[in-house]
Nanobody, 115 residues
Framework: VQLQASGGGLVQPGGSLRLSCVASGIAGNFNYMGWFRQGSGKQRELVAGISSGGSTDYADSVKGRFTISRNNAKKLVHLQMNNLKADDTDIYYC??????????WGQGTLVTVSS
């Protein structure tokens, strides 16, 4: 399984970005996908996750601003990030958990929120 993340960049406070993560090499069901972020010296933390059935969970800090969605046919997950704040600056990683509970990570995409 390989995960390819994209969509990071530089945006001003209050702006929006959409991250995408496409999975390849998956046979069978397209299971749990999540977005995590990790800054220098910090632990990797959950931003948003979505189950195969579409159930979602979010970090408290992004509720109401970020939306995670998935396209099962394309094995694709998006993270729509609105009203971005400086504290959202980080490297964002997508994560996939297979049906046999193996975890895979994408390569990370940098989001910088700055004026």
């Amino acid at each position: 399984v390989q995960l390819q993340a994209s969509g990071g960049g530089l945006v001003q406070p209050g702006g929006s970005l959409r991250l995408s993560c496409v999975a390849s090499g998956i046979a069978g069901n397209f299971n749990y996908m999540g977005w995590f972020r990790q800054g220098s010296g910090k632990q990797r933390e959950l931003v948003a996750g979505i189950s195969s059935g579409g159930s979602t969970d979010y970090a408290d800090s992004v509720k109401g601003r970020f939306t995670i969605s998935r396209n099962n046919a394309k094995k694709l997950v998006h993270l729509q990030m609105n009203n971005l704040k400086a504290d959202d600056t980080d490297i964002y990683y997508c994560k996939y958990i297979s049906s046999d509970s193996v975890t895979y990570w994408g390569q990370g995409t940098l989001v910088t929120v700055s004026s």
